[in-house]
């Protein structure tokens, strides 16, 4: 496999790293860094979103049509690459990686011409209401009851871990229309505005302290019949497409970037006479996790040739997603480990942007244990390990 970048790309490169440069403020860079989880707060992230709105590189990974770079695979992989190295924040997936791609795939003409421009211009936030209590996994079981009333349909139950629920103006959702066959059959793939009547918020909060999920109830909430996308009964296909663009996300530069600072955190650890960076027995679980991680690297290089030939993420991005989450999580105890008694305090006021609060201990202290927390989150949102695991061996293995 020739994995080289052409001189065009390499020039591409270039261009990204400039504008990165004058783009990423100070601001910017210390709220990613600040991050104390895998979702930004809402004010930096919308910050970065309508910045990269202005320069036309929201959407990478949309068609130019719809509003997107249309940049080729190569392209949208140095972007993410070269964004995360320089310590840019990311945006909010929901809209941008999965409510669009989703519209683009399986909108009318008229779901696409007034909800992508929204989602470009970060007018729309949206969250995914897809689980529900005893139906996440199981995610066909799913019981949010959608009662046809007239041109309307009537919603009554609830969701549940609506990641930033409590920002969103929209929610993409799953509901019951029909309860007769299948499980699979008689779901419903429907478009609803947070501030209709009857739906309420309640937070969530994590042992990191972050809010970041919440439950939705819905008692008698009215929504057009018009805000179904694809047909009634018929919305598992168009879940099941979306799936797919929740679980390719990849990602090893983020890692990458993390797995750095953990070797910049060891370098300065006192670990009897010798920085912990060259402690023997942490320095190899350091290499094996980099080793890891190019696995994880020519596995994305798989998928790009894949998805280069026309083809969608497939079971692969299961593989991504289990990876990804399992080295996501050993780097945050590497650096929990490597804080040692520092990890103690609780500092969430040292890590709000702008603060001039000194940290107890080392800086990064101050995100690597609500980090720690919040990452044990990977193996379970957008599907968890075990079920990735089921997909690898029945579609990639046949067994
Ligand atoms: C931080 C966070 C954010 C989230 N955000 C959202 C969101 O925005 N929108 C949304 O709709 N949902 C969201 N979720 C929900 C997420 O998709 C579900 O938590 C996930 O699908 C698992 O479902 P569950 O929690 O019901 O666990 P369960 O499905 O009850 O699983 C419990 C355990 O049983 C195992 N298990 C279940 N079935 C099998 C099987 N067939 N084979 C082997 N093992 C199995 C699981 O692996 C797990 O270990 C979020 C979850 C988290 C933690």
Known sequence: MDICFSDEHEAFRDEVRAFLNDALTD??????????????????????????????????????EYG??????????????????AGAPS?????????????IGHGTLRQKDYYLPRILSGEDYWCQGYSEPGSGSDLAS????????????????????TTHAHYANRMFALVRTDDSGKPQQG????????????????????????????????????????????KENDGWSVAKYLLEFERGGGGSAAHQTALKRVRALAATVDAGGLPLAQDEAFKRRLDETEVQLQAVQYTEFRIMAALSKG?????????????GASIGQRITEL???????????????????????????????VVAFPRYFNLRALSIAGGTNEVQKNIVAKLVLGL
């Open 335 to 365: 650096a929990v480990e490597a804080m040692g008694y520092h990890i103690n305090p609780h500092q969430p006021e040292a890590r709000t942007v702008g603060q001039n609060i000194a940290p107890v201990g080392p800086e990064a202290g």
């Open 27 to 64: 601001e910017l860079r210390e709220a990613a860094r600040f991050c104390p989880g895998i979702f930004l707060d809402y004010e930096h992230n919308m910050l970065w979103h309508r910045i990269l709105y202005a320069q036309g590189w929201v959407a990478p990974s949309w068609p130019a």
């Open 311 to 323: 083809q969608n993420p497939g079971p692969e991005s299961s593989i991504m997603k289990e990876f």
């Open 187 to 230: 779901i419903t793939f429907l478009l609803l505005e947070m501030d209709t009547p009857g739906v309420s918020v309640e937070p969530i909060v994590f042992a990191s302290g972050t809010h970041e999920v919440n439950q939705v109830f819905f008692d008698d909430v009215r929504v057009p019949r018009a805000n179904v996308v694809g």
């Open 68 to 85: 997107g770079t249309g940049w080729d695979l190569a392209r949208r992989y140095i972007w993410s690459t070269e964004a995360t190295l």
């Open 142 to 161: 799913l019981k949010l009851k959608a009662s046809v009333d007239g041109t309307d349909l009537i919603l009554n139950g609830t969701k549940i871990w």
């Open 91 to 103: 945006t909010a997936p929901m809209g941008l990686g999965m409510c669009g791609p989703m519209l």
